[in-house]
């Protein structure tokens, strides 16, 4: 059962990473110019994209307000 949580957790944090970066390219932002605006390294927010790390919800809303948007729009 275990196996089967981790799994779905991370296709959570694919899903979330893939809007991540499907709004960020719809404005036309470069990853390393959006973590630039929400004052995080570009190396985490690479990882963030790829779901490779479970993000805090502080950071989340650092991404939001980097690209003007509401957090909901990224579970959607």
Not at 62 to 69: C, G, M, S
Request: glycine share 8%; charged share 30%.
């Amino acid at each position: 059962m275990i196996c089967g949580e981790l799994s779905m957790s991370a296709q959570r944090l694919e899903k979330f990473g893939d809007q991540v970066r499907a709004i960020r390219r719809e404005q036309g932002i470069a990853q390393e110019a959006l973590a630039v605006l929400a004052g995080l390294d570009r190396s985490y927010m690479g990882r963030v994209e790829r779901g490779e790390i479970n993000i805090s919800l502080t950071k989340i809303y650092q991404i939001a307000d980097a690209l003007k948007v509401s957090p909901r729009e990224f579970f959607t």
